[in-house]
C-alpha cells in the first residue's frame, strides 16, 4: 500500500525542505490565526514558491470566509483546501464549487458517533480526514492527542479518508498497520515545541510511515 504523508503547520523553508526531502506528499499551511502554526497568506506564498512540484500545497482553514479564502488560496497557489472548522456539508460543496479545487473534510472524533457523522460529507468532500476531538475552549486540532482507533471498523472504507490526531514517529507505523490508513497527517508529532518543526522527527515519522511493512 502507498502511503501518503501531510506534514502539517509547516511554517518556515527548513520545514519545507525536509518534509520534501523525506518523502512527505503533502504539506500544510494553516490558515487559522489562533493557532502557533498561523501563517499569513503572504508568508504562505513564499513558502509555496520553494516547495516541489511534487508536493501538493494544503491550506488549512477553520471556518473561514470566502475573502479570506480566496486570497489564500490565490496567494499561495494551493492544491487543496482542507476545512477544519464546523462546516455543513452544504459549505464543504459551496467551497468547492467556488474555487474548483478538492476539498478536505477534518471530522474531530471522540464516539463512534462521530464517525458515522462521514457519511453526510462522503458525497461532496474529496476527503474525510479524522482527527481527535479536542476540550471544548481548545484549537481544533494540533494538539497532540489521539483517539481509539478501534473506531474506525465499522467505517466505510471506499471512502477516499485519512488519519491525524496524536501522530509521531514512533506510533505512526502502528497506526497504519491498525486502520489501514492510506494517509496520515501530523503537527505537533514532529515538533520541538508548539509550532517549532523538528527536521529530524519529520524525516523520522516520514520513514517510519512509509517503511510500516
Not at 13 to 37: I, K, T
Not at 91 to 106: Q, S, T, Y
Not at 138 to 143: S, Y
Request: charged share 20%; proline share 6%.
Amino acid at each position: 500500500m502507498t502511503i501518503e504523508i501531510k506534514i502539517c503547520g509547516i511554517s518556515t523553508a527548513e520545514a519545507v525542505l525536509a518534509a520534501a526531502h523525506a518523502g512527505a506528499s503533502h504539506l500544510g499551511f494553516n490558515f487559522y490565526p489562533p493557532s502557533p502554526r498561523f501563517v499569513s497568506p503572504d508568508r504562505a506564498a513564499e513558502l509555496a514558491a520553494i516547495t516541489p512540484a511534487s508536493v501538493k500545497k494544503v491550506g488549512v482553514f477553520v471556518n473561514a470566509e470566502d475573502a479570506f479564502l480566496a486570497e489564500a488560496v490565490t496567494k499561495s497557489a494551493l492544491d487543496t483546501i482542507q476545512l477544519h472548522g464546523k462546516e455543513a456539508p452544504d459549505r464543504v460543496a459551496e467551497v468547492k464549487a467556488r474555487f474548483g479545487l478538492p476539498v478536505w473534510k477534518v471530522l474531530s472524533v471522540e464516539t463512534a458517533n462521530d464517525i458515522d457523522a462521514a457519511s453526510a460529507y462522503a458525497e461532496v468532500a474529496d476527503l474525510i480526514l479524522f482527527d481527535t476531538k479536542t476540550p471544548k475552549g481548545a484549537l481544533p486540532g494540533g494538539m497532540g492527542m489521539g483517539f481509539d482507533w478501534s473506531l474506525l471498523d465499522g467505517f466505510d472504507k471506499s471512502v477516499t479518508w485519512g488519519l491525524a490526531g496524536g501522530l509521531t514517529p514512533e506510533n505512526v507505523a502502528d497506526a497504519i498497520r491498525a486502520t489501514g490508513a492510506p494517509l496520515v497527517d501530523t503537527a505537533s508529532g514532529v515538533e520541538a515545541a508548539p509550532g517549532v518543526k523538528d527536521v529530524d522527527r519529520i524525516a523520522a515519522f516520514c520513514k517510519a510511515a512509509l517503511d510500516h511493512d
